[in-house]
């Protein structure tokens, strides 16, 4: 649907060798997919966290490994049937959200902060963050606005989900999905079928026009039912969510992350 195929199979073979992606969530467990191909040696080059008495490198909710796949996962689990859409990325496991997948404000803007300080020791250029404010505030007073554009100023790509509340009238796009300078991302549903003829923005995909007149989201990705690597069978999402289960080493979910 987006085309990543063809970057893996032309010229050059892009897959992501070489780029660092950072992902701010609710942690990246060290699962097959987010290995080296055939196993072993880990992709997530550091975890770390600004939350108090977390475990940076645990994902209780199961948020993050889920988002981490979808970007990075090269199919081990599968021998290379589900892929993400740069399988041979290196990543950052930055925590900011607890075994709920709630966030402080605080902690997204460490989390960010502590990024720009490592950006060059980690080749960190794309920041992936889906998570989205519950304040609603215009972008040039955000704090978590403030944050994200650091790193765009500093050379960072930063994507941003647009949030899942686009069921409601009328439709906010909170921060930092509301920043002019991020990749804000909507999320489309395939209905099933693997046409893109009718293929539709999902119903609960937030979009609109924000406080300061700037059209969200800038684009959309496939976002309904997409089977991603799981944390555990103990993760939040795996044990409140039966029918998403896929397997012991997958999952489906929706929504714009």
């Known amino acids: 649907a987006i085309g990543a195929d063809h970057l893996w199979n032309g010229a050059g073979y892009l897959q992501g060798q070489g780029v660092t992606v950072a992902v701010v969530d ?28 977390a475990i940076a ?10 988002v981490a796949g979808i970007i990075g996962g090269n199919g081990n689990v599968s021998n290379g049937g589900r892929l993400g859409v ?38 960190i250029k794309v920041v992936n963050i889906s998570l989205n404010s519950t304040l609603q505030e215009a972008y040039n ?33 909170y921060p930092p999905a509301n920043d002019p300078f991020v990749i804000t991302v909507g999320a489309t549903d395939d209905m099933g079928t693997a046409s893109l003829s009718d293929d539709a923005l999902a119903a609960f995909s937030a979009y609109g026009t924000t406080e300061d007149n700037f059209a969200k989201p800038d684009l959309v990705a496939p976002g309904r039912n997409i089977i991603a690597p799981l944390a555990s069978t103990s993760a939040a999402i795996y044990t409140n969510h039966s029918a998403n289960r896929v397997d012991t080493s997958v999952f489906r979910m929706s929504g714009t992350s």
């Open 26 to 53: 609710s942690g990246v467990a060290n699962h097959p997919d987010l290995q080296v191909m055939g196993g072993g040696t880990s992709r997530i080059l550091l975890s770390t966290t600004p939350m108090t008495n």
């Open 57 to 66: 490198s645990n994902d209780g909710y199961g948020h993050g490994t889920l």
């Open 86 to 123: 740069a399988p041979a990325v290196n990543l950052i496991n930055v925590k900011v959200a607890n075994d709920q997948g709630m966030s402080l404000a605080s902690d997204l803007v460490s989390g960010l902060e502590w990024i720009n300080n490592n950006r060059a020791a980690y080749n």
């Open 141 to 173: 007073v955000s704090a978590l606005d403030a944050a994200v554009e650091i790193l765009w100023f500093n050379g960072i790509v930063v994507v941003v989900s647009a949030g899942n509340n686009g069921t409601g009238s009328p439709v906010t796009l």
